[in-house]
């Protein structure tokens, strides 16, 4: 991916490097990681970054189209339908596999969440790499994971509008099920330290008429990150209904979570969007179903429940019912991008392109990136825990 300061990261980073950069993302956030921590960060070409940068833009314009938002709308379960749904999320994650295409690297898109992902803990994870080149040979300068021109203070201000709002912290919380057991806790942990804003379960609050408290404090604001397929698992009783009337600001709103979501590849048209299919849109067994595509539920996180080689009979297996909730899309081939130090085979690459949208901003704003290195069969932590160079990661681009 990228000639110039690939070879000199790979000449100078050591297994002591590593360890420091290890122990000190954990000393700051004051946590262990239960993820992996890959290696390496992965270093943007300008050329392949204007294509990501292009790409996400494009995408997330046409999923804002308003025809098109709400035939998206129909994702929502009447279930878990919450009122007071604004115009547009105010996070959404637009995820690209970096694939080969004749004598060039391109992005094409995996997955979208309108959703949180790792706001703040991607803030430190730079950082934390910054230090660690410091002491590198052509690498000790000035990085940056952020887009649209932001820079470390501008981001951090950004990301305060969008999860706090106008609010006191104490009267916010980034609410998720058994916060400490969460795999994410580690941004948990950053939300905390960077904005004050403290990870709670939502069956410790409690409802007085339409209101939600912690404690004597009204809760103002909730910085939503309940995945509703664990909720739905764990059959969490909660104190409230998602389809009450409640006096609190959603960031993002519940339903974003079904709106913008595998649910809405199919409604895109770009060159970077492989093309997918609702299985109720089928008509019979695509050719070379097995070797050319996936079969992805469209609501679940982590590659839970995607066949990467399906067949007819997988098709087939699935209820009528259900069949709306499932998709099949063109098999993507991750190209081994990543040069690797070890010696080992090249390494696959993931890029999540990371838009912020406060309140009062009438567009999302592409803001950060998140990158996941693999090895494995796909992305996820399971499919890769024999290997090294893989794990969680960013991506950085010089500004000195």
């Known amino acids: 991916m990228d000639p110039h300061f690939r070879p000199l990261f790979n000449e100078q980073i050591t297994p002591e490097r590593y360890a420091w950069y290890q122990r000190e993302l954990s000393r700051r956030l004051d946590t262990p990681f239960e993820f992996r921590l890959a290696e390496s960060p992965l270093f943007l070409p ?5 294509q990501l940068v292009d790409s996400a833009k494009a995408i997330v314009q046409q999923l804002s189209d308003p025809v098109r938002l709400e035939q ?8 878990w339908n919450t009122p007071g749904m604004d115009a547009l999320p105010n996070f959404t994650q637009v995820d690209f596999a970096v694939v080969r295409e004749g004598d060039r690297y391109v992005p094409k898109l995996i997955e979208l969440q309108g959703f949180p992902s790792l706001t703040a803990m991607q803030l430190v994870q730079r950082d934390v790499w910054r230090e660690t080149m410091r002491s590198m040979e052509g690498l000790d300068r000035e990085w940056s994971c952020w887009f ?19 609010h006191d912290p104490a009267e916010v919380i980034l609410m998720d099920l058994e ?43 909730i910085y939503n990150r309940v995945v509703f397929d664990e909720l739905m698992k764990k059959n969490v009783q909660l104190p409230f209904d998602y389809r009450e009337e409640l006096d609190v600001e959603w960031a993002p709103h519940p339903n974003w979570y079904w709106v913008w979501s595998k649910y809405s590849l199919p409604f895109l048209d770009h060159p970077s969007v492989p093309k997918a299919t609702f ?7 695509p050719e070379d179903f097995a070797s050319r595509y996936v079969l992805k539920p469209l609501f679940s996180f982590a590659g839970g429940g995607v066949n990467v080689e399906p067949t007819a009979a997988d ?42 949208r406060p309140d009062d901003e009438p567009t999302p704003i592409l803001a950060q990136n998140l990158v996941r290195l ?21 991506a950085l681009s010089p500004t000195s």
């Not at 300008?46 to 204007?50: I, S, W």
């Not at 998206?72 to 279930?79: C, E, F, R, V």
């Not at 806790?185 to 609050?205: E, H, I, R, S």
């Not at 299985?279 to 067994?285: F, H, N």
Request: zero cysteines; hydrophobic letters at 40%.
């Open 46 to 50: 300008d050329d392949f970054k204007a």
């Open 72 to 79: 998206m709308k129909a994702a929502i379960p009447a279930q």
């Open 148 to 166: 649209s021109g932001l820079d470390r203070e501008s981001f951090l201000e950004l990301a305060r509008r969008t999860i706090v709002g106008d």
């Open 179 to 221: 916060p400490r057991q969460q795999k994410t806790y580690p941004d948990f942990a950053a939300t905390k330290m960077l904005f004050g804003v403290d990870a709670v379960d939502p069956t410790k609050l409690t409802k007085r008429g339409n209101q939600l408290f912690r404690g004597n404090t009204q809760i103002k604001r």
């Open 279 to 285: 299985v109720s849109d089928l008509r019979g067994v």
């Open 315 to 356: 098709l087939a297996a699935i209820p009528e019912n259900e069949r709306g909730n499932w998709m099949v899309q063109e098999k993507i081939e991750y190209a081994p991008a990543l040069v690797a130090a070890d010696g080992g085979p090249g390494v696959k690459i993931e890029i999540r392109m990371m838009f912020l």
């Open 374 to 394: 693999s090895r494995g069969k796909m992305l996820g932590v399971d499919f890769n825990k024999l290997f090294t160079w893989v794990g969680s990661s960013v």
